[in-house]
């Protein structure tokens, strides 16, 4: 039996960073590196934090909130003490540890319990081959959220990841383009856990879960272990077992004064939550009478809830559901993608679908268009206009054409053989390059066969 | 080993280290003698978040001063170590 | 009291001093270039010829070198650092500079602040200028000595068991140690962070006030720093009195007691002050309270001198003292020992803290000898508990976190002699004021 906790980081929406006022950058886009940093993000001797931003501290509350935490009213911030190229005090400051209670504790998410979540800062980047160290995310502000091990597959693990973060990105708690951070820990009956430290994206997640599962299966761990997850071998690797454990050596912070959660502030941000993707899509489901088949994948993809909201603005609700909740996870399935990690414009998507409810392109040519989407979307007007749906007077000379040169599946059809009409229509529609709708195509047809 | 600063071997890093452990022993155990301590106290202040602006750009006067003070750099980046985990 | 002298003037005379004596007394570790500190010290004097000068204009300090000026390496007076350039300037000179106070140099102290002689030094010790064969005090030797050599007119040092008033007390100037937070540590590279303060040392009570106005106040840099009150210098040497508490407690050296004593005797009876002996209790724990916590706090300060972004690591490359603490706060953190002797040390602290409130409930001034004994000889062997037992007196303070200055009232031996006057928290007004009376008394250097 597998059992998987979770602890992911994820990075706060805030302009400044954490102890200090330095931009925090957002995205994955990186600018010019070492650029937004000054003496105390990059752990210069004789700089102190400033007080914590307040922001970062609000979110974290809301996202508390959001996962039914109980929420601390004092905070201790604490060092956590360890040697690591990314980390320039040489300690971490963050409110957990055996000393500080974090600040949401006992919660629970879709089936999952949340054994805590709180505020701490992000090292900066290392890059373990060249040994260079970019300071420009140092000190921003990161959520931390550890599950219990409920998990039991790794599809679950992925899917209620995605939840969480689209709905806490919905509510602007978390800065989604940046990514994620996530340990896994990862054990089977009669084995010790064995946790894998860092992965950053979903398919490295279910990747690593199920190669180690098949890993412990032929060898139950003995001991806890740390690994990492080595994308390119395909394997997880040994870092260190718990014999040789970190030891933290955590004391409260002498430069921090208590961090001080008001019930008042905490009111406040529950008034300021917005109704969250899960009620907000029970909602839309009721509202445009939608199929049980596509609710359900809506209600698992809660990211699709935004996009669906943008899009029925403009697009009929007809049109909008299927292309949401089939073409696009069908886009991102052949790409061995999740459908989060698609880079969609509704502005873009919205024009698509429009040109497809107005009949200016087929079906087939704006799934042709969303194909393409799938490293990001673009404006498509260039290519709706030049895959525009060809006139009857177009249809009819490719139909003849292709009534010529398939001599066998029209004698077929007339023969009976209802197929091969619509293997004709095909045929016409390729040769068109998918510019003649299959409605139009079928009528011009019929017409010329009778 | 005294006060005055000298170059330190293996064999005296050994005996400070003793030295700071006799100690810091000595001392726990007078005060432990002392009996109804009062709580530790935790550090109280009226404000304990600040309000955010939009977030200062770094001064390239100050990255480059720190470079300066790197052991190994190059034209953008403090270098640490490599590492694998081989 | 601005000299007559303009900037320009004192400064070459500082200069010349420092060229004449200082290869015999090795206070300074780095005195800026000659052409720089002529071309500010004309600036400062055109400034104060059109009348916008600052309020520290004419005055040349010196700084301890764990203050990041930049320009200056803030070397600690250790190898670790001490290809260190400063990146940034501390918030207390950026304070100096606005009010046009002429930075000459950063001197000589015990490494990392780790000390009570000045005999950790890398650089090595700075001698006494009042008799060079003893030790100045520490850690900020070369900020006492600066002063007592005639270099210049005051300086930064740092206190965090007695670091500014012991070594004021062995060279015979003024030193102040101001309110915990009262100071911005934003740029004093840390031993420990609960009791780390930077005050002013001076020839008197008036200058180091002044220098403390210009430092003091609450810091968004430092998260702890709070606000405290303006300093009024015109009520210094006013005619006030004040309710006094002798401090009874039991030192070394029965000579500097009486000379205290004598001293608190005769200016109370010129002034009608109420004297009356006050013991505090737990403070003969002092000691054992509170290195505890500055090993602890040390160990954690110095996780970042790895060698990856500057300097060396420190392990390798620092003396005895600096190293006794840093592993002995690695000892006391690991986990398996869940911090006891730290919480424990912290809880003391506590009850030491609440003593001085209840004792300055009923007096607003205790007054105690600075160091329980006169300064050895550099290079003198001395056990370790020897050498913290110098702190014995002024810890109490920093535990308490309130307010305390050494004025120097005589002579022992010929060696000068402090007394400690101590005020509750904030309370540096009426501190002042006592010094600068008390100071009316002492011998005239």
Redesign the interface.
């Known amino acids: 039996m597998l059992k998987v906790g979770l602890e992911i980081h994820g990075y706060l929406n805030?302009?400044?960073k954490l102890f200090c006022?330095?931009?925090?950058l957002h995205g994955k886009k990186h600018s010019?590196?070492?650029?937004?940093?000054?003496?105390?993000c990059?752990?210069?001797?004789?700089?102190?934090?400033?007080?914590?931003?307040?922001?970062a501290?609000k979110k974290v509350i809301e996202i508390a909130i959001i996962l039914g935490c109980r929420i601390s009213p004092e905070g201790?911030w604490q060092?956590k003490?360890y040697?690591w190229?990314d980390l320039?005090?040489?300690?971490q400051s963050t409110i957990s540890g055996?000393?500080s209670v974090p600040s949401g504790t006992g919660g629970k998410f879709m089936g999952i319990r949340i054994k805590e979540c709180h505020l701490e800062e992000d090292p900066a980047a290392?890059n373990?081959?060249?040994?260079?160290?970019?300071y420009n995310r140092s000190g921003a502000p990161l959520v931390e959220i550890v599950t219990e091990p409920d998990f039991k597959t790794s599809e679950e693990v992925v899917s209620w990841l995605g939840n969480l973060m689209s709905t806490l990105s919905y509510v602007s708690a978390i800065d989604k383009k940046s990514g994620l951070k996530a340990d896994v820990n990862v054990s089977i009956t009669g084995g010790e856990r064995v946790e894998i430290k860092n992965i950053n994206s979903f398919r490295k997640i279910k990747e690593a879960i199920d190669l180690e599962f098949t890993r412990q299966e032929k060898n139950p761990p003995k001991i806890e272990e740390t690994r990492?997850y080595d994308e390119e071998k395909k394997m997880t690797?040994?870092?260190r077992t718990k014999d040789s454990a970190m030891?933290?050596?955590?004391?409260?912070e002498?430069?921090?004064?208590?961090?001080?959660i008001s019930q008042v502030l905490i009111n406040e941000i529950k008034k300021s939550i917005p109704k969250l993707p899960f009620e907000k899509m029970k909602k839309l489901v009721t509202k445009y009478k939608i199929e049980k088949r596509y609710a359900e994948i809506l209600t698992k993809r809660l990211s699709l809830v935004e996009l669906f909201e943008e899009l029925v603005k403009k697009v009929k609700p007809e049109i909008a559901i299927p292309w949401v909740s089939v073409e696009l996870l069908g886009v991102a399935n052949y790409n061995k993608m999740d459908v989060d990690e698609i880079d969609i414009n509704p502005e873009h998507f919205t024009k698509l679908l429009l040109a497809v409810e107005s009949g200016k392109i087929s079906e087939l040519k704006a799934k042709d268009i969303l194909r393409g989407w799938a490293k990001g979307s673009s404006p498509p007007e260039k290519e709706i206009e030049e895959g525009k749906k060809i006139e009857l007077k177009e249809i009819d000379k490719i139909a003849k054409e292709v009534i010529k040169e398939n001599e066998k599946a029209v004698k077929d059809y007339k023969a009976g053989q209802k197929n091969s009409l619509n293997f004709l229509i095909g045929e016409i529609m390729k040769k068109s390059g998918k510019r003649a709708g299959f409605k139009e195509t079928r009528e011009a047809l019929l017409g010329i066969l009778g | 080993m005294g006060f005055l600063y000298k170059k330190l071997s293996e064999k005296d890093k050994e005996e400070i280290k003793k030295e700071a452990k006799r100690i810091m022993d000595s001392f726990g155990k007078k005060l432990s003698k002392i009996k109804e301590l009062p709580k530790e106290g935790?550090?109280?202040?009226e404000?304990?978040?600040?309000?955010?602006?939009?977030?200062?750009?770094?001064s390239p006067d100050?990255?480059k001063r720190?470079?300066e003070n790197a052991p190994?750099k190059?034209k953008?980046?403090?270098?640490?170590?490599?590492?694998?985990?081989e | 009291m601005v000299e007559k002298m303009t900037t320009l003037e004192k400064l070459k005379k500082y200069l010349e001093k420092i060229k004449e004596k200082d290869k015999d007394l090795n206070i300074f570790l780095e005195v800026r270039p000659e052409s720089e500190l002529i071309d500010e010290a004309k600036r400062i004097d055109e400034k104060i010829k059109d009348g916008k000068a600052g309020r520290l204009a004419g005055y040349v300090i010196g700084v301890k070198p764990?203050?990041?000026v930049v320009g200056f390496h803030?070397s600690?007076s250790s190898k670790v650092?001490e290809d260190?350039k400063s990146?940034?300037d501390?918030t207390v000179i950026k304070k100096i500079k606005e009010e046009d106070g002429l930075i000459i140099g950063m001197v000589n102290s015990d490494e990392f602040a780790c000390g009570s002689s000045g005999e950790t030094s890398a650089y090595g010790p700075v001698k006494n200028p009042v008799n060079p064969e003893l030790i100045p005090g520490g850690s900020s030797s070369g900020s006492a000595a600066c002063i007592a050599a005639g270099f210049c007119d005051m300086a930064l040092g740092s206190d965090t068991g007695g670091s500014i008033r012991n070594p004021a007390s062995h060279c015979g100037v003024v030193g102040i140690k101001p309110t915990y937070a009262s100071v911005s540590?934003?740029?004093?590279?840390?031993l420990s962070?609960?009791f780390d303060q930077i005050g002013p040392i001076a020839k008197n009570v008036h200058d180091a006030t002044l220098l403390l106005d210009v430092i003091r106040g609450k810091d968004?840099?430092?998260?702890?720093s709070l606000e405290s009150g303006k300093l009024n210098l015109k009520e210094l040497g006013k005619k006030k009195k004040f309710k006094i508490g002798i401090l009874d407690f039991k030192i070394q050296d029965e000579r500097i007691q009486k000379l205290i004593d004598e001293k608190v005797k005769e200016i109370s009876k010129k002034y009608g002050w109420n004297v009356k002996k006050v013991r505090i209790e737990y403070i003969d724990t002092a000691i054992e309270t509170y290195y505890p916590i500055v090993y602890?706090?040390f160990?954690?300060a110095?996780?970042?001198?790895?060698g990856?972004?500057?300097g060396k690591k420190i392990e390798d490359s620092c003396g005895p003292e600096v190293l006794r603490r840093v592993l002995g706060g690695?000892e006391i953190?690991?986990?398996e020992h869940?911090?006891r002797n730290?919480y424990l040390a912290l809880r003391v602290r506590k009850l030491i803290e609440e003593e001085y409130a209840r004792a300055f409930k009923e007096m607003d001034i205790i007054i105690s000898p600075t160091v329980p004994r006169l300064p050895h000889k550099i290079g003198e062997k001395i056990t370790i508990e020897e050498m913290y037992s110098y702190d014995a007196l002024t810890i109490p303070s920093n535990l308490a976190g309130n307010c305390s200055m050494s004025v120097p009232v005589g002579k022992v031996d010929g060696i000068p002699v402090g007394m400690q006057i101590m005020a509750d928290k904030f309370q540096e007004q009426k501190m002042l004021e006592v010094g600068a009376l008390v100071e009316g008394f002492g011998e005239r250097r």
């Open positions: 805030t302009n400044e006022r330095c931009k925090v010019e590196s070492n650029v937004n940093i000054c003496p105390v990059t752990g210069q001797p004789g700089s102190k934090p400033l007080l914590p931003n307040t922001e501290v201790l060092r003490h040697s190229p320039p005090k040489g300690f055996p000393h290392w373990p081959i060249t040994g260079e160290v970019d990492t690797v040994l870092m030891d933290y050596r955590f004391i409260s002498p430069d921090l004064p208590v961090l001080k | 935790s550090i109280k202040r404000n304990s978040i600040r309000e955010e602006g939009p977030g200062k750009d770094g100050f990255k720190i470079l190994n190059n953008d980046f403090i270098i640490a170590e490599k590492k694998g985990w | 764990n203050i990041n803030a600690c650092l260190y990146t940034y501390a540590r934003h740029g004093l590279i840390d962070m609960s968004e840099n430092d998260s702890i602890t706090e160990f954690s110095t996780r970042k001198f790895d990856r972004k500057y690695a953190t690991r986990s869940e911090g730290y």
